[in-house]
C-alpha cells in the first residue's frame, strides 16, 4: 500500500499539532523552481492567534528536522489558519462557522447564502436574510444535501456583543 508524502507528513506531525491543542487541517508540498514549500494549515475551536501559530511552528521545525520526511532538498514551512472565506468541509469547520454568514452550494446546483444558526449530526439550521424588507427565513439544509459551502467575509456585520454592548449604552 502505497501512501502519499502529504499523507506521511499527516501521520508525523498531527500528533504534534494535536498536543498543542490545535486541529491539523490541511497539508501541502508544492514545488516553486527548485524549492519545495510545506504549507500546514492549523486551527482550534477558539482560533489560532499568532503566539499559537508561532509556538507550533518551531515545534514542527523540529520535527521535521530531526527526521528526513521533506527528503534531503531545501524546503520553506509556512504555518498558517484558514483565513476568512474558509471551506467548511468537516463538522467541525460547521460548528466553527455558527453565527456567520456562509454561502452554499446545494447538491441540486443552487446556491444559498445564509447564516448559521445552529449545526447538529446531520445538518445545519441556517436563516435566510430577507429580501427588500421581508423578514428573515429559517431553513434546515441536511449535510448530505450541501456540495460545498464557503464562509462569507462581512465588513460591516455588528458582532452579537457589539449589539449587547449599544443595548446597554441605550438603557
Known amino acids: 500500500m502505497s501512501t ?25 508540498v508544492d514545488s516553486v523552481g527548485r524549492k519545495r514549500v510545506l504549507r500546514v494549515v492549523v486551527d482550534s475551536d477558539e482560533g489560532a492567534d499568532l503566539d499559537a501559530i508561532a509556538d507550533v511552528s518551531r515545534a514542527l521545525s523540529a520535527k521535521l528536522d530531526e527526521t528526513d520526511a521533506m527528503g534531503q532538498g531545501e524546503y ?12 467548511l468541509k468537516e463538522h467541525r ?6 453565527g456567520r ?12 447564502i445564509a447564516r448559521i444558526i445552529t449545526v447538529d449530526d446531520e445538518g445545519v439550521d441556517v436563516e435566510v436574510p430577507g429580501v427588500k424588507g421581508r423578514k428573515p427565513t429559517a431553513r434546515r439544509l441536511a449535510f448530505e444535501d450541501i456540495a460545498k459551502a464557503r464562509v462569507q467575509v462581512e465588513f460591516n ?8 454592548d449599544m443595548e446597554e449604552e441605550e438603557a
Request: aromatic letters at 4%; charged letters at 40%; a negative charge.
Open 4 to 28: 502519499t508524502q502529504s499523507e506521511r507528513l499527516r501521520e508525523l506531525l498531527e500528533p504534534l499539532v494535536s498536543s498543542q491543542g490545535l486541529d491539523l487541517e490541511e497539508i501541502e
Open 76 to 87: 520553506t514551512l509556512e504555518v498558517g489558519t484558514p483565513g476568512a472565506e474558509r471551506e
Open 93 to 98: 469547520h460547521y460548528v466553527r462557522a455558527t
Open 101 to 112: 454568514l456562509v454561502k452554499f452550494q446545494l447538491g441540486d446546483s443552487d446556491e444559498l
Open 157 to 164: 456585520r455588528k458582532d452579537k456583543k457589539d449589539e449587547k
